[in-house]
């Protein structure tokens, strides 16, 4: 029975003999979840001598009480199972009520959720159980994006000055499992040379908000509305602004305009994409020239209209900016998805 908070996670989940055999962990931040969870069942299965089994809602398609089957039945050749599954249509609270309030298992359950209400049921179950606990996963402090450099950087065996520090800290903090990996890919770069500089962040390390920014953007362009909304979730709730989004993509899409206008006028796509300032990262030009080939001007057009819309209403209601935004990116989703079924 433990509601453990976000500034608690750290220290609840280091002393591993006090985890109880099912935990919860939830919140806006989805990388720093999937982190948390991942490093809890290697932990146990190492202590445990056992296999991590990981199961999400097709998993149970067929065999809806699979998980209380495994966490039921010993394991073969030893050891204790670690049962890692995403909450879904299946996997919710009614579902594992009966297991979790029973604590009558043989091997441990960890749960992954988004963003949860103290009363949704989930939540609920977790934090009120004997044999449970339910931790918060919200966007990094700076106290804990400076822990977690540290940890990456003496793992890989590089120093970094402070000032390099300080610099790197502002460009983290979006999303856990992003922030880890800029500041991995950092460690890979500097790895036989002298401490990390300041000019070393800059040509390494993006902002994380402008990284996510661009995965926004790319979703709802490329059709992905439902990853677009959740990523515009993460992001306001890691502190951006959600009138901050819909510019993000009135500036995309503008780009995309300027982009087919040249095309349709007779330059090949290859020309209009080199002409392009800023030029689009190596890595997202493939993407974008795709949403070039869907979109044509008409519904480009029509997308500028929609996004122009949003945006006068947000600077009018600010209140209902997240929503807005929202509501643009399932509407540009949907948008995009239609053009790729004409074509």
């Known amino acids: 029975m433990v509601a453990v908070k976000a500034h608690q996670a750290e220290a609840f989940l280091k002393a591993l003999e006090r985890v109880p055999p099912a935990v919860l962990f939830y919140g806006s931040d989805a990388g720093l979840v999937s982190e948390r969870a991942a490093s809890l069942a ?5 202590r445990e001598g056992g296999e991590v089994l990981r199961l999400d809602d097709a998993d149970l398609e067929t065999e809806p009480a699979r998980i209380s089957i495994e966490l039921r039945t010993v394991a073969m050749f030893g050891g204790r199972k670690i049962v890692r599954a995403t909450a879904g249509r299946r996997i919710n609270a ?6 979790v309030e029973a604590g009558e298992m043989e091997g441990f359950l960890i749960v992954e959720a988004g963003n949860l209400r103290p009363d949704e049921g989930l939540r609920a179950l977790f934090e009120k159980a004997s044999g449970a606990a339910a931790v918060a996963c ?30 790197l800290l502002t460009r983290l903090g979006a999303d856990r499992a992003l922030s880890r990996a800029e500041v991995e890919k950092l460690a890979l770069f500097a790895r036989g040379g002298a401490r990390i500089g300041e000019a070393d962040v800059e040509a390494v390390v993006g902002d994380a908000a402008e990284l996510a920014l661009d995965r926004i953007v790319l979703a709802a362009g490329s059709g992905r509305g439902a990853d677009a909304v959740t990523e515009c979730d993460r992001i306001v709730a890691a502190g951006e602004s959600a009138q901050g ?18 095309h349709d006028a007779g330059r090949s796509l290859d020309e209009v994409m080199r002409a392009l300032r800023p030029a689009p990262h190596f890595k997202q030009k493939a993407e974008i020239e795709q949403q070039c080939r869907n979109w044509d001007l008409a519904r480009l057009n029509a997308a500028l209209a929609r996004i122009g819309d949003a945006a006068l209403a947000a600077r009018r209601n600010s209140a209902l900016e997240s929503t807005l935004a929202e509501h643009l990116l399932l509407e540009l989703g949907a948008l995009a998805q239609d053009k790729r079924k004409r074509a």
């Open 94 to 99: 009614n579902a594992l009520k009966p297991l």
């Open 42 to 46: 290697r932990r146990l299965a190492e």
């Open 245 to 262: 989004v819909i510019a993000a993509l009135q500036r995309h899409f503008l780009r995309l305009h300027r982009l087919r206008s040249g």
């Open 138 to 167: 919200f966007p990094d402090e700076a106290r804990d994006l400076d822990a977690m450099v540290g940890e990456v950087l003496r793992a890989a065996g590089v120093e970094i000055a402070p000032e390099a520090r300080k610099l």
